[in-house]
């Protein structure tokens, strides 16, 4: 596949903060500025690194609109707008959608733990609800304890606007067989950095990131390199920034990814709970990485 629906690196979005806990829909317009310039072809707004459990519906939909705005046809942007209700995700989807947004990320529905049936319907529905938008599945067990299974994937890959997943279950194997049931349209995106180069080795075509917050030419240019065929150019990109890949989830995203944007002068306020500020031993360890990687 030589071009792409999202492109090659998307980047999940933190959401900022005022110091009282109000969303800062400005910051936010200037921190997806930034980040289209460091080579983000795309922004997941309101996902997991956005703190989206926490955001109301209201606060989602601005977000998305100033996002819009800041990305002014440079970059697509995605709605996050799942959620383990149907009819909720529908209603947020269908919203979004009459925003003109590029696409919108489904994840798995968490906590009710439904079936590969249930699943299968759940996104049918959202999809069959929202014809003109153009989907990505979400998969990521971690965090709803439910695994959507290839073959549910490649069910639902034949629905036509259903174009894309966000692949986190860490599982190679369960990437290459989508890759092997699914048609060259259906784009498959690797959910977690530092598995970008391995998943695109079996036929991913980029990386819903958060790493790019920070490091979004390195992420480019990895791509960009095992693409043209210069393998050690990627493989040596990949080594270099996988201290980076680590320490980003040395605990629970968004918190250390949003700390070192804060430890880079953004002034993105805290954590809305039940998170709370990564803990001064983390702090340390991320901020050594960072010097190391010249990004302090």
């Not at 922004?43 to 609109?65: A, I, Q």
């Not at 009710?112 to 938008?133: S, T, V, W």
């Not at 990505?136 to 894309?164: D, K, Q, W």
């Not at 966000?166 to 784009?187: M, P, T, W, Y």
Request: aromatic share 6%; charged share 15%.
């Amino acid at each position: 596949m030589t071009s792409t629906r999202f492109g090659r690196v998307i980047t999940a979005m933190v959401t900022p903060f005022t110091e009282e806990g109000q969303v800062d829909y400005a910051m936010a317009e200037k921190l997806a500025a930034h980040l289209i310039n460091q080579g983000s072809d795309a922004l997941v707004v309101c996902g997991t690194t956005g703190e989206s459990p926490t955001l109301s519906w209201d606060e989602e939909y601005e977000l998305f609109r100033a996002v819009q705005s800041a990305a002014a046809g440079r970059a697509k942007v995605i709605a996050g707008t799942g959620s383990n209700s149907t009819s909720e995700a529908i209603a947020a989807t269908q919203k979004a959608a009459k925003l003109g947004l590029d696409g919108s990320l489904q994840v798995v529905p968490y906590y009710n733990k439904p079936p590969q049936e249930g699943l299968y319907q759940h996104f049918k529905a959202i999809a069959e609800a929202c014809p003109d938008l153009p989907l990505m599945l979400y998969n990521v067990p971690g965090r709803t304890s439910c695994n959507l299974l290839p073959e549910t994937v490649i069910r639902l890959a034949a629905i036509s606007n259903i174009v894309a997943i966000k692949e986190a279950s860490g599982n190679l194997d369960q990437a290459a067989q989508i890759r092997c049931g699914v048609d060259d349209h259906f784009e498959i995106y690797s959910g977690d950095d530092s598995l970008t180069l391995p998943l695109m080795s079996v036929g991913a075509q980029g990386v819903v990131s958060v790493a790019s917050h920070l490091v979004g030419p390195q992420m480019q240019a990895m791509i960009q390199a095992f693409l043209a065929g210069r393998t050690q150019e990627a493989i040596d990109l990949h080594l270099k920034l996988f201290p980076l890949f680590r320490v980003l989830f040395c605990d629970t995203n968004p918190l250390p990814v949003k700390t070192a944007l804060i430890l880079q002068g953004w002034r993105l306020g805290s954590f809305r709970p039940p998170l709370s500020p990564l803990n001064p031993a983390l702090t340390k360890q991320l901020t050594q990485v960072l010097k190391d990687l010249a990004l302090l």
